[in-house]
């Protein structure tokens, strides 16, 4: 035995026999080979021993007055406390018959008397290995079956999370849309008054009066387009239409014919070739290229602005690249060009009310794919997002 490795280490071994000459026997045996070893005389002793402190293993002799072994393995395997303790039958009976009724009261092994000393070690040693084993995998059992509780509970507590982040975002939206359309009516009308006040009455106002007049209609006209672009922003998944066979090329060509004033006042040339068919809305589709083409003649340099749009196959998705010559982008507003309203120029310099990428975002992420920039400032942006190319 090692140094460090007590008996009880090695394991407690309860010896049921009503010879005397038996328990010291292997008592010995036992205590000389590193075990702990505990003798009892009769099956109600044996029971009390299993039950008050549980060994690693029974010795168990069949031949007893008022309790055979048989009988004191039946008991021990009906408790709940003792049935795992491995019993090994040790007797004189050697007849096949005794063999499998102790077999089938749930011994794990037979071994008839006389016995030799080391096959009785041997096997001890082995039942005990397994008992070890056993208890090891039983453990981890129940760590296993403890830390999928835990992720369970985890997964039910971030479900509900996510059920009521998503009851509150849809709250948010309703109230964001009722709200935006309730405002477009009075914003209308502020706006027409002031226009007819600029008209009808400018000669009777001073130039300061139809300065403020100015800032009015200006202003409301700015609001306006922030509503219709929040309302716009609210509508993307309201109603989830089916998705359905949409060619890119023909997109790209719708876009083209929408912007047609601004890219001929730009004269920017807008390139796009071998575009896929994919799985989509297209509505929205039209909507994110459109945003994105509009927003790279908007922010262009002096030199005439080009818009290359190309694409890449992918395992089970399509990567498109919307690619200028523009102004760029400063990496540090990378991340935050996504987020709503926000805004990298005054509107003296560019129009805009810094929804359109946030709308090109939740678009993206509603046909499950990502979105992100890469720029350079006074050399260009690449905008890149992905389409699952694979029919649901």
């Known amino acids: 035995m090692n140094d460090n490795q007590t008996a009880a280490d090695k394991g407690y071994i309860l010896l049921v026999d009503d010879q005397p000459e038996n328990l010291r026997l292997l008592s010995t045996l036992l205590s000389e080979r590193g075990y702990e070893p505990r003798g009892v005389i009769n099956g109600k002793m044996a029971i009390k021993a299993a039950k008050s402190s549980q060994p690693d293993l029974i010795l168990l002799d069949i031949m007893m007055p008022e309790m055979d072994g048989y009988e004191i393995c039946e008991q021990l395997k009906a408790e709940p406390k003792t049935r795992e303790i491995p019993v090994i039958f040790i007797s004189a009976k050697d007849e096949t018959i005794d063999k499998v009724r102790a077999f089938g009261l749930g011994a794990v092994d037979y071994i008839p008397k006389p016995f030799h000393v080391d096959e009785v070690l041997a096997r001890i040693e082995n039942h005990l290995s397994l008992r070890k084993l056993q208890k090891q995998l039983k ?14 509970q985890t997964e039910q507590a971030l479900q509900k999370a996510n059920q009521e982040l998503a009851k509150k975002n849809s709250e948010l939206e309703q109230f964001a849309y009722v709200t935006s359309h309730d405002l477009q009516a009075p914003l209308a009308t502020i706006a027409s008054y002031a226009e007819l006040l600029q008209q009808n009455y400018k000669s009777n106002l001073d ?6 007049i100015q800032y009015i209609v200006t202003g409301c006209l700015t609001m306006q387009n922030l509503i219709e672009d929040l309302l716009e922003y609210s509508r993307i998944g309201r109603n989830q239409k089916a998705l359905s066979l949409v060619d890119i090329k ?4 719708k876009v083209c014919r929408n912007l047609k004033s601004t890219i001929h006042q730009n004269k920017a040339t807008i390139i796009y070739q071998d575009l896929p068919t994919v799985m989509a809305d297209g509505s929205q589709l039209l909507q994110l290229f459109q945003n994105l083409i509009d927003n790279s003649i908007k922010y262009r340099r002096e030199e005439l602005p080009k818009i290359e749009i190309s694409v890449e196959s992918r395992e089970n998705e399509y990567l498109f690249i919307v690619n200028d010559n523009g102004i760029g982008i400063d990496s540090k507003y990378f991340e935050r060009i996504f987020q709503m309203f926000q805004r990298l120029h005054s509107t003296q310099d560019y129009s805009g009310t810094g929804i359109g990428l946030a709308i090109c975002q939740k678009i993206v992420e509603l ?4 979105i992100w920039v890469e720029s350079q400032l006074g050399k260009g942006t690449t905008f890149y997002f992905t389409i699952n190319s694979q029919n649901p």
């Open 207 to 212: 130039s300061q009066a139809n300065e403020y």
């Open 367 to 370: 046909h499950g794919g990502r």
């Open 139 to 152: 453990e981890q059992n129940a760590l296993f079956e403890q830390e999928i509780m835990t992720r369970q």
């Open 250 to 253: 023909s997109i790209i060509d």
